[in-house]
C-alpha cells in the first residue's frame, strides 16, 4: 500500500491559521504559486522524456493574440510557410563516386527472335548497387638501402626513411588518422576499437592507441597555437561551453570540468576555425586569458561568466543569442496544460514576435553585409523595439519563478546584448552553429563517459579541434590529419610558426580530399 504525507506549509508550532482575511489570501496566493510551479516542473519533465526536442512552432502566427492579431500579423516580417511535394523514389548516388560498370549480354544463342530472326540492340536499362570494401589493412616494410666504398671499405651510409610522427612506433600516419578520426568525429571509445582490430587478427592494444592519441596531440600542439593565433585576428568569435569530467585532476570528489567551445564567425567563410579548450572550472577568466589580444564581437549565451569582457576599456563587445530566448519561451509554452498549449496567451505571443524576427533572417541570409544591415534597420528594430515594450508590459503580470516570468526577465536582463546584432551585418542573430559545434563533443562524450587526467583533456581539445576545423573548410578529416601528420615531422624540431602556414586548412583545399566528395 503506498502512503501520502500532505506536509502543511505552517511549521509544527503554528496550528492555526490566520484570522485576518489579508494574510489568508497572501497565504493562498503563496501555495497557489508554488503548486502552478511543481505542475510546471511535471509537465516540462513529461515533454523532455516524451516530447519532441525541436522548438520550431510549425504556424507561428496561430498564437497572436485575438486583439493584436490583424497589427502584428505584417507579410513582410512573417515567415511564409510553403511545402514542396517531395517527389517518389530514392536519391541517386553521387556521380563523382568510381564506378564499376558491369553489362549483362545475352548469350549468342539466346540472342533469336521467336520468328527465327536474329536479335539486335535497341538500347540499354541501367541501375545502380552500391558496393562497400571494408578497411583494408597492410603493412609498409621500410626497407633502408646502405651503401659503401669498395676502395677504403668505410664511408658506409644508409639511405633515411621519412621523419614519422611517433618515432620507433609501427603507428603510420594513415593509422593515427584513422584512429582519431574514429574517436574523435566518430565517437567510437578506444576499446571499441581494439575489438574491431582484432577482427582483422591485429592486436593493438587501448594502451598503446591512447598512448598514440597523447603523443599525437603533442605533435600537434603548435598546429593548434598557430589556429589560436588566425581566431585571435578575426572579428566575430562565438563561444559556449559543456561539462566534463575529469577523474585525477588534483580535487577531490571529481568535480565538474569544463570543455570551452571557440569558434570563428559563420560570416567569415575565408578561414573558418574551430576550438575547443580544457579547464577544470567555468570560470569567465578562462575565456579572457584564450582570447588574450582578441578585439571585436563575443556571442556567446547569457553566462554571466562571459561578463569579464564587459567594460568600458574592454575591446571586446560581447553579443547575445536569441535563440536561448527562443528556448525559454518554448519551455514556457510546454510547461502549460496541453488544452492551453494551442490557444492565444502571453507564451504564444511572445513566439510569435520571436518568429517574425527569424523569418527576416531567413529571408536576407544569402545577402551581403550591407544589405543585411539595411534590412535588419528597416524590419528587425521595430520589431525588436515591440517586443521588449511588450516584455516590459507583462514582467509584472508573471511571477518570477514561473517558466514564463523566467523567460521575460531573461529578455529585459540581456536586452542589451540581444539587440547588438543589428550593429553590423556579419552579425548573427544567435549562437546556434557554436552549439552545434559543441555536440559532437556532447555524444563523444556519452560513449566514453569520462578523461583519465587533464592530460588526456587537453588532448581530446586539440584533437576535437582539428577535425571540426577540417569539417568547417569543407575537408575530409582523415585525409587532412594524414596529410598534416605525414608532412608536420618532416620540419624537424625547430621551425618557426609560419612554416605551418601551408598547412592550414585553408590553404589544402587544392591538396586534400572535399568532404562532400568522399571516396
Excluded at 275 to 293: S, V
Aim: glycine residues 4%; hydrophobic residues 35%; contains cysteine.
Amino acid at each position: 500500500m503506498l502512503f501520502f504525507s500532505i506536509i502543511s506549509p505552517m511549521s509544527s508550532t503554528d496550528k492555526t491559521l490566520p484570522e485576518d482575511t489579508p494574510a489568508l489570501q497572501n497565504m493562498v496566493l503563496e501555495l497557489q504559486s508554488k503548486v502552478n510551479w511543481y505542475e510546471e516542473q511535471f509537465r516540462l519533465l513529461q515533454h523532455k522524456q516524451f516530447g519532441t526536442s525541436s522548438e520550431k512552432e510549425a504556424h507561428p502566427d496561430f498564437f497572436n493574440e485575438a486583439e493584436t492579431f490583424a497589427d502584428e500579423a505584417e507579410p513582410e516580417a512573417c515567415e511564409t510557410i510553403t511545402y514542396e511535394r517531395k517527389k517518389p523514389g530514392r536519391k541517386p548516388l553521387p556521380k563523382d563516386l568510381p564506378r564499376k560498370i558491369v553489362r549483362h549480354e545475352l548469350a549468342e544463342s539466346e540472342q533469336v527472335c521467336d520468328c527465327g530472326h536474329h536479335l539486335h540492340e535497341i538500347g540499354e536499362e541501367t541501375s545502380e548497387q552500391l558496393e562497400i570494401i571494408p578497411a583494408q589493412v597492410y603493412v609498409v616494410e621500410h626497407v633502408q638501402v646502405k651503401y659503401a666504398c669498395r676502395a677504403c671499405e668505410e664511408g658506409v651510409k644508409t639511405a633515411a626513411k621519412p621523419a614519422q610522427p611517433i618515432p620507433r612506433s609501427f603507428a603510420s600516419p594513415s593509422l593515427l588518422a584513422y584512429i582519431i578520426v574514429s574517436k574523435f568525429l566518430d565517437s567510437l571509445p578506444l576499446y571499441r576499437q581494439e575489438v574491431i582490430f582484432n577482427r582483422y587478427k591485429i592486436d593493438i592494444s587501448r594502451a598503446s592507441m591512447s598512448n598514440w592519441v597523447l603523443k599525437s596531440a603533442e605533435l600537434l600542439k603548435p598546429f593548434y597555437n598557430r589556429l589560436l593565433y588566425y581566431l585571435i585576428l578575426q572579428q566575430i568569435i562565438q563561444a559556449d561551453e559543456t561539462t566534463l569530467r575529469v577523474i585525477n585532476d588534483g580535487r577531490e570528489n571529481c568535480p565538474k570540468s569544463y570543455m570551452w567551445l571557440y569558434q570563428s564567425g559563420d560570416y567569415a567563410p575565408e578561414c573558418p576555425i574551430v576550438l575547443y579548450e580544457y579547464q577544470p572550472t567555468r570560470a569567465g577568466q578562462h575565456a579572457k586569458t584564450f582570447l588574450t589580444g582578441f578585439s571585436g564581437y563575443l556571442q556567446t549565451d547569457g553566462f554571466p561568466g562571459y561578463h569579464i569582457f564587459d567594460g568600458e576599456d574592454s575591446d571586446v563587445t560581447l553579443l547575445g543569442c536569441m535563440a536561448h530566448v527562443r528556448r525559454k519561451f518554448h519551455y514556457a509554452l510546454k510547461a502549460l496544460p496541453k488544452e492551453s498549449q494551442k490557444k492565444p496567451g502571453m507564451v504564444q505571443m511572445a513566439i510569435s514576435k520571436i518568429a517574425k524576427l527569424y523569418a527576416i533572417e531567413k529571408q536576407i541570409k544569402h545577402l551581403n553585409a550591407e544589405q543585411r544591415y539595411l534590412i535588419r534597420q528597416e524590419k528587425s528594430k521595430p520589431l525588436l523595439n515591440d517586443f521588449k515594450l511588450w516584455c516590459d508590459d507583462k514582467v509584472s503580470k508573471t511571477t518570477k519563478d514561473s517558466k514564463l516570468g523566467v523567460a521575460i526577465r531573461y529578455v529585459i536582463n540581456q536586452w542589451k546584448y540581444l539587440t547588438i546584432y543589428l550593429e553590423d551585418g556579419h552579425l548573427q542573430i544567435d549562437n546556434n552553429t557554436a552549439e552545434q559545434r559543441i555536440k559532437p563533443f556532447v555524444i563523444g562524450r556519452k560513449n566514453w563517459v569520462m578523461n583519465q587526467n587533464p592530460r588526456g583533456a587537453n588532448a581530446s581539445a586539440i584533437l576535437y579541434s582539428l577535425v571540426q576545423t577540417a569539417k568547417a573548410n569543407n575537408l575530409e578529416p582523415f585525409a587532412f590529419l594524414q596529410h598534416i601528420l605525414t608532412e608536420l615531422p618532416k620540419l624537424g624540431r625547430h621551425y618557426d610558426d609560419e612554416a605551418l602556414d601551408q598547412f592550414m586548412p585553408w590553404n589544402l583545399t587544392e591538396k586534400i580530399q572535399p568532404l562532400n566528395k568522399v571516396a
